[in-house]
């Protein structure tokens, strides 16, 4: 099947790989004509322009976007005139799903077929293959799903679930067509809400372990520390690197998070690779809005945003808030610290 | 390798039949005499009492305690009088770290000696192998290690790790010396404390996306009530065990707790098996114990506690406060409702 | 000075007796005739219809909504053509402060003002006077502050500010001009997200002292539930009616919403009068996204809204996923309970 | 009456102040004999050690401790040899009340009587009065009333609760016997807990209040960066000073935290006098053990304390962890930032 890829970035050249790898044909574009040259491979034809990309696809043209979610509005307002009716778009990337409903009925009304699709996988699915959370209208879903089931990991990626027997579903490939548009990035969004909570689950639980040997340490005794009443019961060194890997095998925790966990601390087992300033990229918020909007409760995703938002600084006002009320009733001067790091 | 067993409950059991069919010969011995008859085959002894345990044992004997965590301190109280110096006992259950801190030192005095063992893999283990995390004496653990190793998963449960050269570790086998008497205990708590982490981060996502035809719903429209902005983007009938069935194969959020999910999303789409009330075991607030003493901040493990305190009706009296407190200052009344649900 | 007011529910009622109290001049209209009636008195004017509230203000004119948020925008369609330019529309209602900005934007090409003004006070503000956080053009601000005077509670309300030398300005008076259009409301809105806070702070403190007896409660032994570690450290009978009356004087938590919680404390000790449903009326939701737009963390402003989606069932799914999840790997199967209450 | 002090720091001092204001006498003893000198006054006498201190006390004796908490034990250890059956000690500060629990058994076996005095007000208690929570001997809390009378701040202090008719009930004086031995230190602890709930209600808000002009500025657009949707919604400079300043009056959210708020705004709008390391002396932490003990679920007191945490650096491991996934998964690289604060 022949399909168009616009954004040659590390997910869309991937995923270019892995269509030709199984035997699907694509033109592709990018902004970065580089990006295009290095992607040129047998089963891959480059295209110089949006135009040249339409020029040559077939009809009904499929058109891939896997683009940052801030410039697909005006990749569409650039691509659409140049499609006919019948033609397709899908957009990989991380939109809002709001923003899909509004595409979708906007691009309609030139007769132009729209998909969503969430895609998860990050830069392992070219081997692993990517998990699609598809939106849209359900023909369309059926007309491209060769292109799915290549991209997807199929059924082999996971032990068969016991009971299980939906012939006519595709969840088993890695696919589905979750509902109309914007199902699939609403899904997608979820996921990366769902996402945020495991990663600080992970993250908390690791802190509390390197933590353990807290009772070696020395403390002030002054009234602004909380003095540790059982030092003994905190002496241990422990290795985290060791203990991620074995909760690897067997372990009610296991999944490919904590693989990557092990992996990282594996090579970097005191993280200083890294300084802590965690960003996030949109669905971690537009779940906790979806969740207000529908008055379900997420104390666990909400938590896990709004540390990384703390770990961007951005606490430090109501911080001093706190600081500058506890002088007021109390008198208290803050302590000062040459490392930020205490307890 | 000669090994005695305590408690044949779902995972006592288990273990035994793990043990024989990796060739060692266990004797055992439960309360339930019947439970010490289901489980005697080749290479299993039933034992009568602790005293016939403990004369079939060779010596230096092995002892390991399956037990629930509030009577391990009464068995010991009965079992160690019968050993000897240089026995040695394996608690496997789910105690406080701080017991072991003081179980070792009481043992010490009679030359016992004393392995805390947090195991992990709940009835599945049979099958897939236990998660071991060990704490004590170096040499001990060592003398052990065949019957760890048969426990364990093994290597092949988990992909290798990309870089790893680690000969003298354990920990890609399944099971890992964590450090002194405690320390299997606190990694194997703080593994609960990250559990209930990633089950809340599912929970609570699987709720949204239920929730997502929430616009469909009719809603009340009186000053109780916040108003839905925007109910055209809340029109989703979501499957949410064909979304757990696709995320199990190349999404970031796969994962063991994922698959049981799916599994049970299968078996019971609404979940009505379930009411929703649920326990907890310990770890996970001894988890916030130990990170409150060590000033180790645990939103997300926080949160995912006191959702199980607030499932059990323990919120109640609080929420009464919060009612009450609005009657004062605004004259509300509270609504009533047949059913709880609402939004 | 004169002034319309559209709504004479408890808040619109009360203020109208407010500002006649303080000789000011008021044209009332309800769409309860009833609410019309009990209103005139020396000093207010019943209209029987939107018409007849417009023809009985002298221009430039000044109109008063006191409605629930979500008919301003139709009350306002029925409004604005009756007015004529110059004349000054408040909504001194809940409004979400986007509108606000639409609004205003709307009512400006037909040069009518609009100014947002957040209150609160509650029942109250009758006797305590009403704190009035006020958008809008500044001039127009100016033109009604013998109105806003009139509403607030004025200086004597509260002890004055050491050092506070700002002869300019009216905070003192208890009303206040905080900006442009919408931004009345967005402080309203996030006085509402602190209120929801520090209710939910109370409400968890007297929920932890309400059960420091808990010690003397039985409890079940099963796997299921943690033990009590330490029962005789929760052996007290406290008297939270007396216990917050005691907080009312000296303690650095006095407030109003102390007094009104001692006071229904004190009516009904055991809070029998409520269920613990708690109604959310959008501001708390929209201060926590307004802080996710701003990429503040509020973990403690949304555990208090959260809280109250949870108070009203809308955990009870996610409860469910969780005893799933256990029941998948360890076997659990849920505990009942005739009461909900338990720990 | 006459009673023994020991411990003039702030609150010692004052506190004599307060007492002799009222006309009872002191004998005071702190470790710097400076502190002693400076107290002395009519009504007033210095003691040069414990032992004098003892000796200028008239049977039986009641010395009143205001040390810190970390101290006690050794302060008792040296003063209860000196003292005799029927006096009475009373630790004023903020110990753990378990330690009262075992103190006071000790104390009893002296036939030595004891009370745990939960104390609030900070520094303004001079002025103010301190707010007294009383654990102990119902009989030995009536003979020192006129003590604690002279410290509270007395019925004038707030108005009178609608209703009240308990005239044997000294609540409305401002202090309390809550209960035995501990029960003052309980009251006293879950009152800090949420002190600091209220505090973050008050800090987060402040927080959102202070960003409202974020779309002003200028973002980042790149994939690390969520672009915020609606600029032209957050447009405003909000003065926070002139804000709490209004709240002071009429609002809902009037406190005596927020009238300190407001003071310390008003001296320091950006509070450049603080850097946002915010201490906690323990209560906050021992009220989150109870309720975890007690089974009750405390989102938003555990949410306050824990930002304490985090804004003392003691989640950065944790943010590495969140970095080091993101790298893992998605080959994210963290964003480098001069400062730290952005959005």
Redesign the interface.
Known sequence: MQIGMIGLG?MGANMVQRLTKNGHECVVYDLKADAVKAAIKPGVTGASSLEDLVSKLSKPRAVWLMV???VVDADLARLAPLLDAGDIIIDGGNS???DD?RRGAELAAQKIHYLDVGT??????LE??????IGGEKEVVAHLSPIFAAL????G???P????N?PG????????H???Q??GH??KM???????????????????????N?GKQKHD??????????P????????LA??T????????????????????????PQ?E??????????EG?W??????????????????????????????????????????????V????P?????
């Open positions: 590390r940052p979610a801030a809002y799903y709001r409903i998860s996988g990050g830069v392992a699915g692993r293959g990517y998990c699609l959370m997807a990991p199929g059924i990626a996971a032990p679930m016991a009971g299980r939906k579903s595709t969840a088993e490939q890695g696919y589905l979750c509902g109309p914007g199902a609403f899904v979820v996921h990366n809400g769902i996402e945020y909570g495991l990663m600080g689950a992970y993250a908390e639980g690791l802190n509390v372990l390197r933590n353990a807290v005794t002054d009234a602004e520390t909380t003095p540790l009443r059982d003994e019961c905190y002496q241990y060194d422990l290795d060791e203990i890997e074995v909760w690897r095998r067997g372990s009610v925790i296991t999944s490919w998070l904590l693989d990557l966990t092990a992996q990282e601390l594996l090579t970097d993280l690779n890294f300084a802590g300033r965690v960003s996030d990229s949109g918020r779940t906790i809005n979806a969740a207000i909007d529908e008055a379900v409760p997420v104390p666990v995703l909400s938590a896990a945003l709004f540390q990384r938002f703390s770990s961007r600084g951005n606490a430090d006002f109501g911080d001093k808030v706190l600081s500058a009320m506890r002088h007021g009733f109390g008198g208290h803050e302590k000062t610290a490392l930020k790091k205490d307890s």
